[in-house]
């Protein structure tokens, strides 16, 4: 037995493992941006909306209404990045194949060819042949799962920041209606 195999097979196995927990970690980390997303909305829906604002003639009522729209700008930017985290690479992990593909596919063709060619060590060869095919099954999976996991928590990051310059622009424009109901 190939014991230098079996280490990377574990080494791969522990790589795999750690990209399905940062998987599950982008799905448990939307629920608070969501939230804070739709108070923005709220909040903003309630500016754009508030009657007593509406007969001011004053050039900070020109900059409540360029403060909205920066407002409104970034939260669509947030929404675009959210999406991009949530639905647009749900389809893209990679898994191992089923079952019976391998029982039926790998390892009877393998079993096969080691009898076939390697009568007296067909059980170790057949055996290193299924390493190599788990090391290449880990090795794919691995590397897409990383990239995937990777974009996915760039947008996520941006996301993040993208929520952080809403609520700075949603404080502006809260500090100017509070300033302009107060004229």
Same mark, same amino acid.
């Given at each position: *037995?190939?014991?230098?195999?079996?280490?990377?097979?574990?080494?791969? #196995?522990?790589?795999?493992?750690?990209?399905q927990k940062r998987k599950e970690d982008f799905?448990?980390?939307? /629920?608070?941006?969501?939230?804070?997303?739709?108070?923005?909305?709220?909040?903003?829906?309630?500016?754009?909306?508030? @009657?007593?604002?509406? /007969?001011?003639?004053?050039?900070?009522?020109?900059?409540?209404?360029?403060?909205?729209?920066?407002?409104?700008?970034?939260?669509?930017?947030?929404?675009?990045?959210?999406?991009?985290?949530?639905?647009?690479?749900? #389809? #893209?992990? +990679?898994?191992?194949?089923?079952?019976?593909?391998?029982?039926?596919?790998?390892?009877?063709?393998?079993?096969?060819?080691?009898?076939?060619?390697?009568?007296?060590? $067909?059980?170790?060869?057949? *055996?290193? =042949?299924?390493?190599?095919?788990?090391?290449?099954?880990?090795?794919? +999976?691995? =590397?897409?799962?990383?990239?995937?996991?990777?974009? #996915? /928590?760039?947008?996520?990051?941006?996301?993040?920041? @993208?929520? +952080?310059? @809403?609520?700075?622009? /949603?404080?502006?424009?809260?500090i100017l209606i509070c300033f302009i109901k $107060?004229?």
């Amino acid at each position: *037995m190939d014991t230098s195999k079996d280490y990377v097979i574990s080494l791969l #196995r522990d790589k795999y493992e750690y990209e399905q927990k940062r998987k599950e970690d982008f799905e448990s980390s939307l /629920g608070t941006p969501i939230t804070v997303l739709s108070a923005l909305f709220a909040g903003s829906y309630f500016v754009v909306s508030d @009657s007593s604002l509406i /007969g001011i003639n004053c050039s900070l009522v020109t900059i409540k209404w360029i403060l909205v729209i920066l407002l409104l700008i970034a939260l669509v930017v947030t929404l675009i990045f959210l999406f991009v985290v949530y639905f647009g690479f749900k #389809r #893209r992990y +990679c898994s191992f194949p089923d079952s019976n593909t391998v029982y039926n596919g790998d390892f009877k063709a393998l079993e096969q060819y080691a009898k076939e060619n390697y009568p007296e060590t $067909s059980e170790e060869v057949l *055996m290193d =042949n299924l390493k190599d095919r788990a090391i290449e099954w880990y090795l794919d +999976c691995n =590397n897409n799962n990383t990239a995937v996991n990777d974009t #996915r /928590g760039n947008s996520l990051f941006y996301a993040k920041l @993208s929520i +952080c310059i @809403s609520l700075s622009i /949603g404080l502006a424009l809260l500090i100017l209606i509070c300033f302009i109901k $107060s004229i």
